[in-house]
């Protein structure tokens, strides 16, 4: 889960990381009154959206007085970034900066921990900076149990900064941001660009955080910033029903217990012609009501034009996962062919159940599939 | 043989008296798994289905001599779950709860290494040595013993592959989930590793998705040190970016992850990469 960087920016306040002086605005008379407010005399106007690539797509502007802050507001207010409509800025004290850092932790797959990733190319896209240049990274590896004693925080400030005076500032700020991920489950804390303004103060100009969903169950407050996009608002319905859903556009709806399975279908639909609508995984049983909750998300999608059921029957036989099938068929009508593959434990009963019903019995996925991709 | 498991595997069922705990206790003792005990606090002195319950670890270990466990509590106990574990001497861990959070796990898996322990999952299916011994929820009657080892992030993917390989003839040494979250236990290549050096292992399937650089990084351990032969599926090839695919872990992001670069990775390596699950015995026929 993803929030803004006004959001963001809330949090590292709380915590003691310093920031820039700065307020969210839904308007461009709440931009002007904050900038009054805020004693502000240049400043930046920064689009709030969750995606990246803001400063490319013009949502961020510098105004040195009144009436280029209102311009800028004018302008980035209501403007599309990547398909979203920004409805809040922030306007913010534009810091004098004289060098620009990268700092972020993150969960690493491979080091199974949370990593401290910092370097001194700060401003611009990190992975442009691991590509092309690796050696200006460090990773540091936390150990979960310690956390960040002051000699690895004074370290790692000192791998930034050549002055002793900043490795004080940010070996604090360092242990902050720690805390803050820990705190709220963080999986992603960053800082790009960390910066040494003019007059020596070390500030956080941009605050990225990402969270763990699986941890949201106790993480209510940040729960409470999620700002789902249409597309995730049926993902989150398809989610109270026990399912894994995300839209793809095609014309091959596909209903499929397993993450994995429910992958490879899509692959293979593609692999015979054709394009999956969706995925979907229904999760391990396949009872009736489950059935008639996702072919009510599969139709409610216009464009789909089949559907595909496969099905491993494992610990649930096939027998029985069929006659869950024809009894939730009996509560849905529709008009589209519906192919089902059952395979696993019982599966020539469960096939045999299926003969004399109107869905297209398959044996293979290959089979399922290329029957769905000639039925479009 | 077999890895990590085989007959004389004593099993210990963390939350046994739960729902899926107690169901797959009783699926796993049915199928021959010598599962001697379990625990839930303040139901110790009880049975399920015949297995002694206790109140912790500690004394179930010290009751009945146990090297492995399986953990089925809720997502936010797994965390001390494991830990109680490791402390308790146990030296397997199969996690197969779904939705632990990551530093939870993070810090749990730090504390089993330094009490020398390994963990499988979580989000897993868990794992079976076909005809020994069977420590998870898969479907046991769709797997045969054999001499081909399967390796996988997936579930019901793994049983499509393996029952195609039964009913192609081709057995299995043991077959491993994985699991789908970001951070997990054991990975490829602690199991490469290990069927690379099972004698009883003749070929090995690794069944891989999109989301981090696993698959990569295996490739780079086969091309060095794997020399028997690896066949490979990756699911997800029309994932889109930035959505996450089910698992946890299944996601594209930051331009990394896609199943286009694992593919590739694999394919330099020597590995066989098929475009169909069900063409897998095919190719091992011809190979092996």
Aim: one cysteine or more; proline letters at 4%.
């Amino acid at each position: 889960m993803k929030i803004h960087e006004y959001q963001g920016k809330e949090l590292f306040d709380r915590m003691g990381i310093p920031t820039a002086k700065g307020k969210v605005c839904r308007s461009v008379s709440e931009v002007l009154s904050a900038y009054e407010e805020l004693g502000l005399e240049r400043a930046v106007v920064k689009a709030q959206v969750l995606t990246g690539g803001r400063g490319k797509a013009g949502g961020i502007k510098i105004g040195n007085n009144r009436a280029e802050i209102e311009a800028a507001a004018k302008a980035i207010l209501g403007m599309e970034i990547k398909g979203l409509i920004v409805d809040r800025v922030m306007v913010a004290e534009a810091v004098e900066i004289a060098a620009e850092f990268y700092f972020s932790f993150a969960v690493d797959r491979n080091a199974k921990s949370v990593v401290m990733i910092l370097s001194r190319e700060g401003g611009v896209e990190i992975e442009e900076v691991a590509a092309k240049t690796p050696e200006k990274i460090h990773k540091i590896p936390i150990f979960p149990f310690v956390g960040i004693p002051d000699f690895l925080a004074k370290k790692a400030a000192a791998m930034l900064f050549d002055e002793w005076s900043l490795v004080n500032q940010g070996y604090k700020m360092i242990q902050n941001l720690y805390k803050l991920m820990v705190a709220t489950d963080a999986s992603l804390v960053e800082v790009n660009p960390l910066v040494v303004t003019k007059d020596g103060r070390l500030i956080a100009l941009d605050a990225k955080l990402n969270f763990d969903d699986n941890a949201l169950f106790r993480q209510p407050e940040i729960e409470s910033l999620y700002e789902p996009d249409e597309e995730e608002k049926r993902e989150l319905e398809a989610k109270s029903n026990g399912f894994s859903f995300v839209h793809l556009g095609g014309e091959i709806g596909c209903m499929v217990n397993g993450a994995g399975l429910a992958m490879a279908t899509m692959d293979l639909i593609k692999l015979y012609g054709g394009k999956p609508a969706n995925f979907l995984d229904i999760g391990g049983s396949s009872n009736p009501r489950k059935v008639i909750e996702a072919m009510k998300l599969l139709l409610s999608d216009k464009e789909v034009k089949v559907v595909l059921i496969n099905i491993f029957g494992g610990i649930t036989r096939c027998d029985d996962v069929a006659r869950g099938l024809i009894s939730a068929f009996n509560e849905i009508k529709t008009e589209i062919p519906i192919v089902i593959r059952l395979t696993g434990t019982n599966e020539k009963e469960g096939r045999e159940m299926l003969k004399g019903t109107p869905f297209h019995s398959a044996e293979t996925m290959g089979e399922a599939i290329k029957r769905a991709v000639e039925l479009v | 043989m077999s890895i990590l498991i085989d007959k004389n595997s004593k099993i210990l069922v963390q939350g046994i008296t739960g729902r899926d705990g107690g169901f797959h206790a009783s699926k796993m003792k049915e199928y021959g798994t010598r599962i001697v005990g379990g625990t839930s606090p303040g139901k110790g002195g009880a049975l399920h289905d015949g297995i002694p319950v206790f109140n912790t670890m500690t004394l179930a270990v010290k009751e009945t001599a146990a090297d492995t466990s399986i953990i089925f509590v809720p997502a936010a106990f797994v965390k001390d779950a494991i830990m109680e574990a490791a402390e308790s001497g146990i030296k397997l861990i199969i996690v197969i709860t779904e939705g632990v959070p990551t530093l939870d796990y993070i810090a749990a898996r730090h504390y089993a290494v330094a009490m020398g322990a390994r963990i499988i999952g979580p989000n897993c299916p868990g794992l079976i040595s076909p005809g020994k011994s069977l420590v998870g929820i898969m479907p046991g009657n769709i797997f045969t013993p054999g001499r081909t080892g399967v390796i996988s992030r997936s579930g019901t993917l793994t049983y499509e592959v393996v029952y195609n390989l039964t009913r192609a003839g081709i057995g299995q040494s043991t077959a491993v989930g994985i699991g789908g979250d970001p951070v997990a236990g054991l990975y490829y290549i602690d199991l490469l590793q290990m069927f690379q050096g099972d004698p009883d292992t003749d070929s090995i399937v690794m069944i891989g998705e999109i989301g981090g650089d696993a698959e990569e990084r295996a490739a780079a351990f086969i091309k060095d040190h794997v020399t028997k032969p690896v066949f490979s599926f990756i699911a997800g090839q029309t994932a889109p970016a930035d959505k996450r695919m089910g698992h946890a872990g299944a996601i594209i992001s930051s331009g990394t992850g896609s199943a286009r670069e694992k593919i590739a990775a694999l394919e330099a390596a020597g590995v066989t990469v098929v475009d169909e699950p069900a063409k897998i015995p095919a190719k091992i026929k011809a190979l092996v």
